[in-house]
């Protein structure tokens, strides 16, 4: 979603007349408006921002040089989402590699990461409501993998068996707090208890400065499917810049490029200000 936001905004960018402020203020109303409509998606405000944020500094340009930024700036960021999982699956080989893996949710930067590697076993939830889990699991087996399908409601007492609990996201937060499937806590919980690792494995176009003390709500469609995982139910983030514990996520904000910046012109909690 934040993939077809940025490429929404470019094509907007590359329609637009009129002076370059009245065509970036065009394309701000638009990421706000986009911002909104998924407020527990914050990669979307934080990917929209950016690309808003790299052309705010250029506004003295004209019309079409400003076009040029946003469109470079829109290919970067996608060019850099499709890179991502391969870096990622780098860096969990040596966690994977014979392992006993739970995942929950049908992630394709979970699913790039164990088909590069060479685990043992999968053990994949059906991932209620929506089922995804069912043709993960199938893509898995063709790619000649062990994979085992429970019911979401088996997965906690399941935990024992494995040596990770390994799950993407929707969007991190830099407070550590993680927007995925439904399900994910009581399983993240009773890994915690028996000692496992909780890790997940998102690219860095999936972070999301916190505006104020903590993660926006969900709307009430988007709890049917989705939750705040608590940052103390984390070990660490795998990400195509590096393995990070949820209390160093900060760091990885602020060195990247226009994103809190980028994250406040555009975010839910300024559009209902």
């Known amino acids: 979603m934040a993939r077809q936001a940025v490429e ?6 590359a329609e637009q007349g009129g002076t370059s402020e009245e065509g970036l203020e065009a394309l701000r109303d638009a990421g706000r408006r986009l911002a909104a409509a998924r407020p527990g998606v914050g990669a979307i405000a934080g990917a929209v921002g950016r690309l808003l944020a ?17 469109e470079e700036e829109a290919l970067a960021l996608t060019e850099g989402r499709m890179r991502a999982p391969a870096s990622i699956a780098i860096q969990l080989r040596d966690r994977l590699e014979g392992a006993t893996v739970m995942t929950h949710s049908a992630s394709a930067t979970v699913r790039e990461a164990i088909a590069h590697t060479s685990p043992e076993k999968l053990i994949c939830t059906v991932s209620r409501p929506v089922e995804e889990g069912r043709a993960f699991a199938d893509d898995l087996r063709v790619a000649g993998l ?10 906690p007492g399941r935990i024992s068996e494995t040596s990770l609990f390994l799950i993407g ?34 690219e860095v176009v999936k972070l999301a400065p916190v505006v104020g ?3 926006p709500d969900l709307a009430d469609f988007e709890r049917e499917l989705f939750e705040m995982i608590p940052a103390d139910l984390v070990t660490e983030f795998v990400t195509e810049e590096g393995v990070f514990r949820p209390d160093d ?3 990885l904000v602020d060195r990247v ?3 809190r910046e980028g994250y406040e012109l555009v975010a839910p909690a300024s559009v209902s200000q």
């Open 249 to 251: 996520l900060g760091t």
């Open 213 to 215: 003390a903590q993660a």
């Open 169 to 202: 996201a929707d969007t991190v937060f830099s407070d550590g707090a993680v927007c995925n499937k439904v399900g994910t806590i009581p399983i993240a919980r009773a890994a915690a208890a028996a000692g496992i690792d909780t890790v997940v494995a998102a």
């Open 146 to 155: 062990e994979v085992e399908l429970i019911e979401d409601a088996e997965a």
């Open 54 to 70: 790299s052309g705010r500094y250029e506004s003295h340009l004209e019309p079409e040089s400003l076009r040029r930024v946003l």
């Open 257 to 259: 490029p226009f994103l």
């Open 8 to 13: 929404t905004l470019a094509e907007m960018a």
